[in-house]
T-cell receptor
Framework: KQEVTQIPAALSVPEGENLVLNCSFT??????LQWFRQDPGKGLTSLLL?????REQTSGRLNASLDKSSGRSTLYIAASQPGDSATYLC????????FGKGTRLHILP | DAGVIQSPRHEVTEMGQEVTLRCKPI?????LFWYRQTMMRGLELLIY????????DSGMPEDRFSAKMPNASFSTLKIQPSEPRDSAVYFC?????????FGPGTRLTVL
C-alpha cells in the first residue's frame, strides 16, 4: 500500500531564503508525482507535475525533482517571498492517487 | 473558463439529515474526482469518474455515501444519513491531461 510522507509538517523561514520541501513515498510504481499549493480556505492549485520518466520540472522560482528509486521528491523554492506562505502537498499517482498531509510554510517578512 | 464550481460553499446540517454536494467540472475535462479533507486524515480520494462512469469508489467510506455523474457537466455527492464524523471539506476536481484542477470546496458541518 502506497504511503506518502511530507516532512516537516510546518516550516518558517525568513524572506529571501531558498528552501526545500520533502516528499517520500513507499511504492516506486508510479505514473507521475504532482506538487500542489493550498491557501487557507481554498482548493488546491497545481504547481508542477513530474512524469515517472522525468527527473525534474521547473516553473519560475520552483523546481521539483523526482528520484523513483529512492522514493523521494523535493520542491525547491528560490528566493522565498511572503506570498509563498501556504500549505504544499505532494500527490503520488499510481493505481490510486495518494496525497501527503502537506507542509505548512510560513515566510517571515 | 470559471474553473471547477462547487455548491454550496458551506453547509451546516443536523445529524441524520441528507446532504447533497454539487460539482460542475471544467468543460472538456473527462475525469472528475471527489475528495474529503480533514485535519486527521488529510486529503482522501472518495471516488472518481471517467467519461461519466464511476471507475474507483473504493474510497467511499460507507453505504451512506453515494455519487452520481448524470452528464459531463454535473456531479453530486450525497450523504444519507449524515453523521458528525462526516464533517470535513469536500473537494471536487476535474482533470485535463495529467493535471487536476480543484474547486474551492464545500465545508460541511454535521451537528
Amino acid at each position: 500500500k502506497q504511503e506518502v510522507t511530507q516532512i516537516p509538517a510546518a516550516l518558517s523561514v525568513p524572506e529571501g531564503e531558498n528552501l526545500v520541501l520533502n516528499c517520500s513515498f513507499t511504492d516506486s510504481a508510479i505514473y507521475n508525482l504532482q506538487w500542489f499549493r493550498q491557501d487557507p480556505g481554498k482548493g488546491l492549485t497545481s504547481l508542477l507535475l513530474i512524469q515517472s520518466s522525468q527527473r525534474e520540472q521547473t516553473s519560475g522560482r520552483l523546481n521539483a525533482s523526482l528520484d523513483k528509486s529512492s522514493g523521494r521528491s523535493t520542491l525547491y523554492i528560490a528566493a522565498s517571498q511572503p506570498g509563498d506562505s501556504a500549505t504544499y502537498l505532494c500527490a503520488v499517482v499510481g493505481d490510486k492517487i495518494i496525497f501527503g498531509k502537506g507542509t505548512r510554510l510560513h515566510i517571515l517578512p | 473558463d470559471a474553473g471547477v464550481i462547487q455548491s454550496p460553499r458551506h453547509e451546516v446540517t443536523e445529524m441524520g439529515q441528507e446532504v447533497t454536494l454539487r460539482c460542475k467540472p471544467i468543460s472538456g475535462h473527462n475525469s472528475l474526482f471527489w475528495y474529503r479533507q480533514t485535519m486527521m486524515r488529510g486529503l482522501e480520494l472518495l471516488i472518481y469518474f471517467n467519461n461519466n462512469v464511476p471507475i474507483d469508489d473504493s474510497g467511499m467510506p460507507e453505504d451512506r455515501f453515494s455519487a452520481k455523474m448524470p452528464n459531463a457537466s454535473f456531479s453530486t455527492l450525497k450523504i444519507q444519513p449524515s453523521e458528525p464524523r462526516d464533517s470535513a471539506v469536500y473537494f471536487c476536481a476535474s482533470r485535463g491531461g495529467d493535471t487536476q484542477y480543484f474547486g474551492p470546496g464545500t465545508r460541511l458541518t454535521v451537528l
